[in-house]
T-cell receptor, first 111, second 111 residues
Framework: DTEVTQTPKHLVMGMTNKKSLKCEQH?????MYWYKQKAKKPPELMFV???????INESVPSRFSPECPNSSLLNLHLHALQPEDSALYLC??????????FGPGTRLTVL | QKEVEQNSGPLSVPEGAIASLNCTYS??????FFWYRQYSGKSPELIMS????GDKEDGRFTAQLNKASQYVSLLIRDSQPSDSATYLC???????????FGGGTRVLVKP
């Protein structure tokens, strides 16, 4: 089973809202990732958690706040986003330094 | 020079023909190489991983790696309209979890 699940599939939020994206995997992977993908561009790494600890933050603005409550779950908390933050947000998981498997993504629209 | 480069396409291929996709990378310490397929509006799906020089075949797909030339390719044999998608090349260095993606090659298979 190589399934990574993400909720919600679609999210529309205003610039003053607070929302969260959720990601879950049950493959026993110990590394989890958040990517942002704009149209016609490749995925852009935002954060990496390895063994539930934040190991990479690609200089992401503080309006994006990641959280890894346990080895199966990854959240991305959103606050005071801008319209340019509208994108497909992808979660991925892997064993550390192994193949990454992507979830279906959350399509985020910021109004 | 970008770390991972791909021709953006579109690569137009008749149904039943071979599609040949190329990817070059700049960092010689790169160790792991991946091809992902991404349909419009969907998330990336792993097609192949390759770690050693030479060819690796999986069904209609063959990945080829030449570390001396810093080059990895993907061949799609007997191309089908369902192969129409963007193909992303991704590279990982020896240490760490970070994948670097190329810009993707859009493939169009015409019936």
């Amino acid at each position: 089973d190589t399934e990574v699940t993400q909720t919600p599939k679609h999210l529309v939020m205003g610039m003053t809202n607070k929302k969260s994206l959720k990601c879950e995997q049950h493959m026993g992977h110990r590394a989890m990732y958040w990517y942002k993908q704009k149209a016609k561009k490749p995925p852009e790494l935002m954060f990496v958690y390895s063994y539930e600890k934040l190991s990479i933050n690609e200089s992401v603005p503080s309006r994006f706040s990641p959280e890894c409550p346990n080895s199966s779950l990854l959240n991305l908390h959103l606050h005071a986003l801008q319209p340019e933050d509208s994108a497909l947000y992808l979660c991925a998981s892997s064993q550390p330094t192994d193949t990454q498997y992507f979830g279906p993504g959350t399509r985020l629209t910021v109004l | 020079q970008k770390e991972v480069e791909q021709n953006s396409g579109p690569l137009s291929v008749p149904e039943g023909a071979i599609a040949s996709l190329n990817c070059t990378y700049s960092d010689r310490v790169s160790q792991s190489f991946f091809w992902y397929r991404q349909y419009s509006g969907k998330s990336p799906e792993l097609i192949m991983s390759i770690y050693s020089n030479g060819d690796k075949e999986d069904g209609r797909f063959t990945a080829q790696l030449n570390k001396a030339s810093q080059y990895v390719s993907l061949l799609i044999r007997d191309s089908q309209p369902s192969d129409s998608a963007t193909y992303l090349c991704a590279v990982r260095k020896a240490a760490g979890n970070k994948l670097t993606f190329g810009g993707g090659t859009r493939v169009l298979v015409k019936p």
